[in-house]
């Protein structure tokens, strides 16, 4: 069984920085791509950004390219979303997820084990 805990969500003033992190347990974490995704109220779950079991890509929705960076620690079992410039249609509850195989999709039914969120509000 593999657990993800995320932590890191806040209220932030547009413009500004926050940063994600998820903690997962289970010996086979470096073995999968890893995935960020948010809901905001009333709309779908949508992918935010991707990194493969390595760490060598990343993958990004257009909506956060540039302002968004993703990394991970395979010995750490972490992967974290860097989030700057934020704008108010950042808001969302924000999900860290884990792939089926070593590299990420951006379809939600391509991961297999969710954490439970964590709540991200920019204010304007």
């Known amino acids: 069984q593999v657990q993800l805990v995320e932590s890191g969500g806040g209220l932030v003033q547009a413009g500004g920085s926050l940063r994600l992190s998820c903690a997962a347990s289970?010996?086979?974490?470096?073995?999968?791509?890893m995935g960020w995704f948010r809901q905001a109220p009333g709309k779908e779950r949508e992918f935010v950004a991707g990194?493969?079991?390595?760490?060598?890509?990343?993958y990004y929705a257009d909506s956060v390219k540039g302002r968004f960076t993703i990394s991970r620690d395979n010995a750490k079992n972490t992967v974290d979303l860097q989030m700057n410039s934020l704008k108010p249609e950042d808001t969302a509850v924000y999900y860290c997820?884990?792939?089926?195989?070593?590299?990420?999709?951006?379809?939600?039914?391509?991961?297999?084990?969710w954490g439970q969120g964590t709540q991200v509000t920019v204010s304007s």
């Open positions: 990194i493969t079991w390595s760490g060598g890509s990343t």
């Open positions: 997820a884990r792939g089926r195989t070593v590299v990420p999709g951006t379809g939600p039914y391509e991961y297999d084990y």
């Open positions: 289970g010996r086979t974490f470096g073995r999968y791509g």
